[in-house]
């Protein structure tokens, strides 16, 4: 197998303790690439104060018309994006494969690690509208936390 002492050690996203040692869990070789192309898209531009320019806006599309030409400008948004903020990767291909009923985009990303030629992909669930109930939730099943059986909101 190739040494991929060059891609680097890094904490394990997100941080954990390994019991036995008591120690940060951490990650190397192909393991750390996806972590950073992960970071990159949780972490929102400006976020970051000592580097601003680090991160995506893909927050910025939440609420967004899920038609083709917004999904193009996301993916190529995206591609943008990783490519200039990891280093370490080449030939990014974004694709998205939408999915209405969970209200959801997942998001592919298929990339190269430029030093050693190897194909690796990370898929990330996008959703679009996660503060709404789904479809399937019964209001009467629905009980408010501060409400419970005898109060003026509930039916009886």
């Known amino acids: ?8 050690t890094g904490m394990k996203f997100p941080p954990q303790i390994d019991k036995a040692t008591g120690r940060f869990v951490t990650v190397s070789g192909n393991q750390t690439v996806k972590e950073s192309i992960y970071l990159i898209l949780m972490t929102q531009k ?8 680090f991160g995506s806006e893909i927050m910025s599309y939440t609420f967004m018309d899920t038609g083709v030409t917004m999904l193009s400008i996301m993916r190529r948004s995206l591609t943008q994006t990783i490519l200039a903020q ?6 990014v291909d974004v694709t998205t494969e939408f ?12 990339y190269t690690v430029a030093a050693t030629n190897t194909r690796d992909n990370l898929v990330f669930p996008f959703y679009l509208n996660s503060g709404e109930l789904p479809e399937e939730t ?13 109060t ?3 039916d009886e």
């Open 152 to 154: 003026p909101y509930m």
């Open 86 to 91: 990891e280093p370490r990767i080449s030939d």
């Open 1 to 8: 197998m190739a040494d991929n002492a060059f891609l680097g």
């Open 138 to 150: 019964v209001e009467e099943d629905f009980i408010m936390p501060d409400e419970g059986p005898g």
């Open 46 to 53: 400006t976020e970051r104060l000592a580097r601003p320019d």
């Open 99 to 110: 999915h209405d009923r969970e209200g959801m985009i997942l998001i592919n990303i298929a």
